[in-house]
């Protein structure tokens, strides 16, 4: 003990208590608060301890900041200064801050010897148990453990001050507090942690290292996780190994940090004791989200959507489009200040530990699509087939990259996340990932299934079990799994008709329709069910003249007669109905050139009127023998790839297309 203290004071040991005797009578407990718990296992805070020790007697400060994430070891470090440096202090009082830093201060109150007057309100009584507490012999050493709010540690920050007697340590996530210094306890080396981990799981194997970094970089190198997954192991696996590494981290990557599978484990967290969990309940109870602001709370749940990778400033404010920028701003670096979320400066960038997102997604189950619903839609929109090409698909990239990592996220099946996996699909379509492309249209089948069954009778909802159904399909027509395609297909077709039969007026149920038929026709078309394919495309055409009838000005209609017109006469063709076939293919001509006249311009109407009068040349070359017809037709079409070929040098298909025509014009 300080030797200053010793000799003015008495000291003496009552059982195993000590205490001092102060010259005026008093007798105070050296310890004024149960011990904090010591620490078995310490590794890696040397320098932090070295730090600490530096702002007490090189700089003689009196507090002392220890700050960092939930689970770092703020507490140990905080308790091993205590152990390593008791021989100095007279006093020692250990605060765990639950509810007030001023509650916790007034419950020192017995030990002091401080009573309070039946009418004595909070602040008479903090009042009177700081003033006791600058009465004591110095140095005394005061650790306000899990000081976490920032508004408590400002309002108490001048009674802090003022024991001047005391050298105090605030364990705490909040970053910074005026003018006090701080100790930032960052995370341990991953070799630090790995051999943390070993020393709670004894099993583990050096061939398991590289395993067990990929799973300590899950959840962000956390030294308390690290422990907790570690025991967790030894429970599980105490007897044989069935539990394996490869397992947990499968586990890690499906279904989270707070879903494995786990046992009862013993670990001392925010307590003198030892507190037996299971994981998710340690896990959990490190984060306390309702002490949050509303809009911290809705700010959290989006950024716990994201990756867990720096986002940056601006990309952050355009995913959530904020109407008050200026809270917007607030609340983003009050959640940096008490530690939610780590903010670099370099880059302007913010960071959310895996752990934390863990914890948010959890504890805001019920309201997360709410509070994401700004950040889903923004995805949608700057993936749809307006936006998503912008910039040559450098924004598209981005987004989809993000939206999958909220798709996933996602608790519930919800109708716009079903849309976004859509988009994503698209994206995937445009830029050639078929896998990519598969996930996503599969994870859209899932959602709207789960939708549907939920509201059989929506027919928002089987509609888009239908759209996904078409979109498998085209996912496995571009696999060249054509049977696979099929069925998708026929799902499509079943559930449109029972929409265009329900809603016989809704041009978008028939339009739906019209397309699951046509996607039927080209199926059986490349299986050489010619006749199947016949029926279809007739079902195609009644639609397609239909739809255009009731709207003459719509081009997709427009358009999409056309096309009807040209795959019936490519079946006609083919099943040898030459006569019928001709008509098909002059009506494709004729709507091709109005689309081509209205729209110069348009490549994929200029390409339209192209391929009409090449089918018209084949036909007067091969069977109707007319020569000079042919050439006329096939001059024609060259013509229009020629221009094709020059303005959009990068379609290999009009260049192929212009040399098949030139072909055909130099055999004539």
């Not at 404010?317 to 008050?324: I, M």
């Not at 089987?462 to 571009?478: I, Q, R």
């Not at 038929?517 to 394919?533: E, I, M, R, V």
């Not at 060259?638 to 040399?659: C, S, T």
């Amino acid at each position: 003990m300080n030797q200053h203290a010793d000799k003015l004071y008495k000291i003496e040991t009552i059982g195993n208590a000590t205490f001092i005797n102060y010259p005026d009578g008093r007798k105070i407990p050296r310890y004024l608060t149960k011990l904090p718990f010591k620490s078995d296992y310490f590794i890696g805070r040397e320098a932090d301890m070295q730090a600490i020790e530096r702002k007490y007697q090189e700089e003689q400060r009196l507090l002392v900041l220890v700050n960092g994430d939930g689970g770092i070891g703020k507490t140990t470090l905080a308790a091993k200064y205590w152990y390593a440096y008791e021989v100095r202090y007279t006093h020692f009082a250990w605060l765990y801050i639950d509810t007030s830093i001023a509650n916790a201060l007034i419950s020192l109150a017995p030990e002091l010897g401080v009573r309070f007057d039946a009418m004595d309100d909070q602040a008479t009584q903090l009042n009177k148990t700081c003033h006791a507490l600058t009465n004591l012999a110095m140095p005394c050493l005061l650790i306000l453990d899990n000081a976490n709010e920032d508004v408590d540690l400002k309002s108490h920050f001048g009674h802090l001050h003022a024991l001047g007697k005391c050298h105090i340590i605030l364990t705490s996530r909040v970053k910074k507090l005026d003018t006090v210094p701080v100790i930032e306890v960052k995370p341990l080396s991953p070799d630090e942690v790995a051999t943390l981990f070993k020393n709670y799981y004894e099993k583990l194997q050096d061939a398991e290292l590289p395993l067990l970094h990929e799973i300590l970089k899950a959840v962000d190198y956390n030294t308390l996780v690290a422990e907790i997954l570690a025991k967790n192991l030894a429970v599980l696996n105490e007897f044989d190994t069935a539990y394996t590494l490869e397992k947990l981290l499968a586990d890690l990557r499906s279904k989270g940090l707070l879903a494995i599978e786990s046992e009862k484990v013993g670990v001392v967290y925010q307590s003198h004791t030892l507190l037996e969990a299971t994981p998710n309940d340690i896990i959990s109870a490190m984060y306390d989200l309702s002490k949050l602001a509303e809009l911290e709370i809705r700010l959290l749940s989006n950024f716990a959507v994201l990756p867990a990778e720096k986002i940056p400033h601006d990309l952050f404010k355009q995913l959530l489009k904020p109407e008050d920028e200026k809270a917007f701003k607030q609340a983003l670096s009050q959640l940096v200040n008490k530690g939610w979320l780590e903010h670099h400066r370099t880059d302007n960038s913010f960071k959310i530990s895996p752990v934390i997102q863990e914890v948010t997604k959890a504890k805001n189950a019920e309201r997360l699509l709410s509070d994401c619903r700004i950040l889903i839609n923004v995805l949608i929109n700057g993936l749809d087939n307006e936006n998503r090409h912008t910039d040559n698909y450098r924004q598209a990239t981005v987004l989809a990259r993000l939206g999958e990592a909220v798709v996933q996220a996602m608790p519930t099946p919800d109708f716009d996340v079903a849309n976004l996996c859509q988009n994503i699909g698209n994206y995937h379509k445009d830029t050639g990932n078929i896998n990519s492309m598969m996930q996503a249209y599969q994870r859209m089948v899932d959602l709207q299934t789960a939708l549907l069954a939920a509201e059989p009778d929506n027919a928002d909802f089987k509609n888009g079990l239908a759209v996904s159904y078409s979109k498998l399909g085209e996912t496995h027509t571009a696999l060249g799994n054509l049977d696979k395609a099929l069925g998708f297909y026929e799902k499509d077709a079943e559930l449109s008709k029972e929409l265009h039969d329900a809603f016989p007026n809704n041009v978008g149920f028939k339009n739906g329709l019209a397309v699951s038929y046509s996607n039927l026709g080209n199926t059986h078309t490349a299986l050489g069910n010619l006749d199947k394919a016949l029926g279809f495309y007739e079902e195609l055409n009644r639609l397609e003249k239909e739809l255009h009838d009731a709207f003459p000005n719509n081009v997709e209609f427009k358009n999409g007669l056309a096309v009807s017109y040209f795959n019936l006469g490519n079946t006609h063709t083919a099943l040898g109905n030459l006569d019928k076939a001709l008509g098909f293919y002059e009506d494709y001509n004729r709507l091709e050139k109005e689309l081509h006249d209205a729209f110069p311009n348009n490549v994929g109407f200029k390409n339209g009127l192209a391929v009409s009068y090449a089918k018209l040349g084949e036909y007067s070359r091969d069977h109707l023998k007319d020569k000079a017809k042919a050439k006329a037709y096939f001059q024609q079409a060259a013509a229009l790839w020629e221009e094709l070929v020059r303005d959009a040098p990068g379609y290999v298909e009009f260049k192929r297309n212009l040399e098949i025509v030139q072909r055909a014009l130099a055999g004539l």
